[in-house]
């Protein structure tokens, strides 16, 4: 399947499980990982990317993302899992 197959360009959000999916959830979550795991980073900067990823977690749960691929950095994984669990916790 092609991206274009998933969401054509005419297309910029989904809805999965009830969760509306926005095109390029996936890509903006690889970009505020990246920053969460910098350590040159600005405290600013990574409670931005902290603050992003928490509110994508919904979207990339529906998207079955954390099923198929593993979050490498030892600190992040466990900082996404904690945010999953306290999220599953108030639900």
């Not at 054509?8 to 990246?34: C, M, W, Y």
């Amino acid at each position: 399947m092609r991206a274009e197959h998933l969401l054509p360009d005419s297309i910029n959000e989904a809805q999965r499980h009830g969760v509306t999916i926005r095109k390029g959830t996936v890509g903006a979550f690889l970009v505020n990982a990246r920053v969460w795991c910098d350590a040159g980073a600005s405290d600013a900067d990574r409670a931005a990317a902290a603050a992003d990823i928490a509110d994508a977690l919904p979207a990339l749960d529906a998207l079955g993302l954390f099923d198929v691929l593993d979050v490498r950095h030892p600190a992040l994984r466990a900082w996404i899992e904690a945010q999953r669990n306290a999220r599953e916790v108030r639900a």
